[in-house]
């Protein structure tokens, strides 16, 4: 496939999230480039004139933060970063409501935490609103929750964070914007790197060099970040356009600009993709060989009978490992029960659990509804 067939996969395409990072939204002296946002704005601003769908994932805000606090530079410790956001934030989604109003378009603000999408009614609520912001034909403009989200529950980039917006909203692409223009297979500033114009699986990127740090020094990313944005995102099932936020109107009309990845497998349930890539476990589970089996094998839920052991600190809904007998992760889940109240559970089926504890105990440890292979 050539590149200007490949990029149908954007002009087919009803709905689209976009991504931006943060050097591409300020300027060289520090603060928000309103000359850039409206350029941004200009090129998502066409898509719902053409009967597509946008949804906007944007960093920027701890970078439209430091100038009013007298910062020169990101900084490193969590709670300067989330009073940056906090200032920040406003002045990000004041420039873009200001910039979308030129085109009779409305926006709305969709702050997320890793829990917002991982616990089950939260995600449900996530979902609703995004789709709902969407249906009103306002592009929902979305942002880690900066100001809230402990070191522990961060997506820790946003170009991770778009991925994972993609799949929660059933996107039909995601596009990546950045300060380079596409995916090279060594340093692009020397000269000598060629562009890679497809991907279509990992040994397309075989030999490849992949930077850590953007130009500008205000985001949090690099290509690197990028790449594995791309591997979540075509993982399910999402095909991703990379490429500089100066070639957004091109790379949003389907031209063939910068690096497409091709989507490598069929679209899995969004939430429990979420539950994969989005979250750090809490805690981990032993499973002995039978539950292992019930769990890989037929897809079955966790029940007390089957755990052998219980390790960290967790509460009821937070995500935890599930691991063989070798101590090999082979799954994910939100648990049922406190650390603190599995250990009496263990070994007992949930039959026993009801007699003499109450109908409160005959539950699963992890319900399949609830739980991911991994």
Do not use: C
Not at 76 to 99: F, H, I, K, P, W
Not at 139 to 147: A, F, L, Q, R, S
Not at 211 to 239: H, L, N, S
């Amino acid at each position: 496939m050539h590149d200007g067939e490949a990029r149908d996969v954007i002009t087919s395409a009803r709905r689209l999230v976009i991504k931006v990072g943060s050097s591409s939204l300020t300027s060289a002296a520090g603060g928000l480039d309103r000359a850039r946002v409206d350029a941004l704005v200009d090129a998502v601003a066409a898509l719902p004139r053409a009967g597509k769908e946008a949804v906007l994932v944007s960093s920027g805000a701890i970078a439209a933060g430091l100038a009013p606090l007298g910062l020169r530079a990101r900084p490193r410790d969590l709670a300067t970063q989330q009073a940056a956001a906090s200032v920040g934030q406003g002045l990000l989604m004041r420039a873009y409501a200001e910039s979308f109003a030129r085109h009779d378009q409305g926006v709305g603000q969709v702050l997320l935490t890793v829990d917002d999408v991982t616990r089950r009614a939260h995600y449900r609520n996530a979902y609703r609103t995004l789709v709902r912001l969407i249906d009103l034909h306002t592009v929902p403009i979305v942002n880690e929750n900066d100001t809230v989200a402990t070191q522990e529950i961060r997506f820790g980039d946003n170009d991770r964070l778009a991925a994972l917006v993609a799949a929660l909203v059933h996107a039909d692409a995601l596009v990546l914007l950045s300060d380079v223009d596409a995916l090279y297979d060594g340093d692009p500033t020397r000269g000598t790197a060629a562009r890679i114009g497809e991907v279509r699986d990992e040994s397309d990127l075989a030999g490849v060099t992949i930077g850590r740090t953007g130009r500008a020094g205000v985001g949090t990313g690099g290509m690197v970040t990028k790449v594995e944005a791309a591997r979540i995102a075509t993982g399910a099932g999402i095909p991703v356009v990379l490429t500089s936020a100066s070639l957004a109107a091109e790379a949003l009309s389907g031209s063939a600009v910068g690096t497409l990845f091709h989507a490598v497998r069929a679209r899995p349930a969004a939430r429990l993709f979420w539950l994969a890539h989005a979250t750090t476990p809490r805690g981990r589970l032993s499973l002995d060989d039978g539950a292992v089996r019930a769990v890989v094998h037929r897809r079955l839920s966790l029940l007390p009978a089957g755990v052998t052991g219980v390790e960290g600190i967790f509460t009821a809904g937070d995500p935890v490992d599930l691991v063989d007998p070798q101590g090999t992760p082979v799954a994910r889940g939100l648990v049922n029960y406190d650390a603190a109240e599995l250990p009496g559970l263990l070994g007992r089926t949930t039959a026993e659990l009801s007699v003499a504890l109450g109908p409160a105990y005959e539950k699963e440890v992890v319900h399949r509804d609830d739980l991911v292979l991994l």
